[in-house]
């Protein structure tokens, strides 16, 4: 039996007049019966790197019985010219995250999915230590399971003090080895006291690499460290 935490993460490729542009990770929120995609907001637009993808598309599964059905799922980004992911903000400027409304009536009747729920957000910052081990969901440089279109998950610890805004910056850092691709991604942790279909709780969405500037490529290994940001944020962009 499949384990339904692979089920909420789903591999998203972005286009731009229907070209290929880049592979990002994704995952599903639900809340008051309605559907959610979640993902990167530099996914679906990065100014700096003149990234200005129209649509993208994400893999879904078809039967539950059998996990080598899938197909893609295109989900448009602008109608009438206006955008259609929800984006944040908070007093340190914008927040990498969208969020994007997945119109039900159009997913394939029998497909197979698990989604997370304003239950799973954390809601004790102590039980977050320094040091507490999590999971990171997602695919990265589009390296997934391809028989069964399941995502891979990579080991990573919180890095910082979860219950502080790093640098006053609306996520706290984690300690994984990531690449391309893992943008998007939820970072879980093991949740003790569920023990429902879907026993994790949801801390973060991972969104990028953590580098300082003053590192001399030729001598300093790269941190290791990422930036995940807080999934309480998802209250907010999935509200009525």
Known sequence: MIESLL??????TTYAQRL????????????????????????VIDEPSEHFPDFIEIELHTDRDNLAQ????????YRDGKS????????????D?????????ALPLNMA???????????????VSVGSPMLIVGFPMGFHDTLHHLPVVRQAINASSFAFRFEGQG??????RTHRGTSGAPVVMNDADNSGFLPWKLLGIHSARFDVGTRELDVDEALGLNCAWFADILL?????
Do not use: C, K, M
Not at 7 to 12: F, P
Not at 20 to 42: I, K, M, P, W
């Open 70 to 77: 899938s197909i893609g799922f295109s989900i448009p980004l």
């Open 20 to 43: 290929s542009q880049t592979n990002a990770s994704g995952f599903f929120f639900e809340r008051n019966d309605r559907l959610f995609l979640v993902t990167s907001r530099h996914v």
């Open 7 to 12: 089920l909420t993460a789903t591999r998203i």
């Open 236 to 240: 907010t962009l999935t509200e009525d």
């Open 84 to 95: 259609l992911w929800r984006q944040g903000e908070d007093s340190a400027g914008e927040i």
């Open 97 to 105: 995250v969208a969020v994007i409304e997945i119109d039900r009536t």
């Open 171 to 176: 996520y706290f850092l984690t300690d994984a």
């Open 113 to 127: 999915y698990a989604a997370f729920t304003p239950d799973h957000l954390h809601d004790s910052l102590e039980r």
